[in-house]
């Protein structure tokens, strides 16, 4: 099927690696006008070969960029929140910076972007008789399965769970859903570089750290972006127009 999100504007965060990346660029193959952003312009350059309209260099702990950008893009239909960053350990490693530094990027953001542009995205629901939506990537980690070594990142995304239905429970009836995305491990730039920190701090080969984190899958493979993607292409659009303050695991079974 294409042009599923046909006529809608969405703006995207975290759009230059991994799952960020892979859902601007199947929103803008559904037929979507995607702005999307990113901290490295770098990350985001080709993402204008792919169908992105418009990209814009926002690092997502930064207020006034994100309020700037809502007051430049003006009016949506979707709100992908993707940033987010995992820290490693429990909570006796867990520094009050690191605490403060994973929920400000973790939670905060979408704090940020929410109350940025959900104004304008109540606007074009009006308009446009069709519901807005707000699609925040959490993880199977935390929110539904407590695992090793994940303390704070876990602990803030339990809370994009509990902020996802906080916003879905006061919109219900203005026409702005929310839903958040649990993924599995999914295969990223960020999860190469957490495999060859734990190889470093475990003494083993980045080969030998890949198959515990492929071990952890009861699947019994990683998770691809583009499998992520495909559940938010669906929440961001039409077809899930009675849904809304969900979690939505896509996990390979991880949470069983
Ligand atoms: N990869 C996984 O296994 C996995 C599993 C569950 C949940 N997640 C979540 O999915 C999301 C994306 O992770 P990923 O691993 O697919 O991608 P990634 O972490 O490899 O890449 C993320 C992108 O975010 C950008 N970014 C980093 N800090 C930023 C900031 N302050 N402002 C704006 N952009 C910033 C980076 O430049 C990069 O382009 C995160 O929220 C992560 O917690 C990932």
């Not at 099927?1 to 975290?14: S, V």
């Not at 929410?114 to 109540?122: E, Q």
């Not at 707000?134 to 993880?139: M, T």
């Not at 984190?213 to 992520?228: C, W």
Request: net charge positive.
């Amino acid at each position: 099927m294409t042009g599923r999100l046909a006529g809608k504007i969405a703006f995207c965060t975290a759009s230059g690696a991994g799952i960020g990346r892979a859902t601007a660029v199947a929103f803008a193959r559904e037929g979507a006008k995607v702005i999307a952003s990113d901290v490295s312009m770098e990350a985001l350059k080709s993402l204008r070969d792919e169908g992105v309209a418009e990209t814009h260099l926002i690092d997502v702990r930064n207020t006034k960029s994100i309020e700037d950008a809502a007051k430049a893009v003006g009016n949506i239909d979707i709100l992908f929140n993707a940033a987010g960053y995992v820290h490693a350990g429990s909570v006796l490693e867990c520094s009050d910076a690191d605490w403060d530094m994973a929920f400000d990027l973790n939670v905060r953001s979408m704090h940020r972007t929410i109350k940025a542009f959900l104004p304008g995205m109540l606007k074009r629901a009006e308009t446009s008789g069709k519901s807005a939506s707000i699609v925040n990537i959490a993880s199977g980690a935390g929110s539904v399965r407590g695992i090793p070594n994940r303390y704070v990142y876990a602990t803030t995304k339990a809370a994009v769970i509990g902020l996802s239905k906080a916003v879905a429970a006061d919109f219900i009836r203005k026409g702005v859903r929310c839903n958040a995305v649990c993924p599995g491990t999914v295969q990223s730039p960020s999860l190469d570089a957490r495999i060859a920190a734990q190889a470093k701090t475990l003494g083993k080969s980045g080969d030998e750290v890949r198959q515990m984190f492929v071990e952890r899958q009861p699947m019994g493979r990683l998770g691809t972006a583009d499998e992520i993607a495909a559940m938010c292409v669906y929440l961001a659009g039409d077809e899930s127009a009675f849904t809304t303050g969900q979690t939505f695991l896509v996990d390979g079974g991880f949470a069983l």
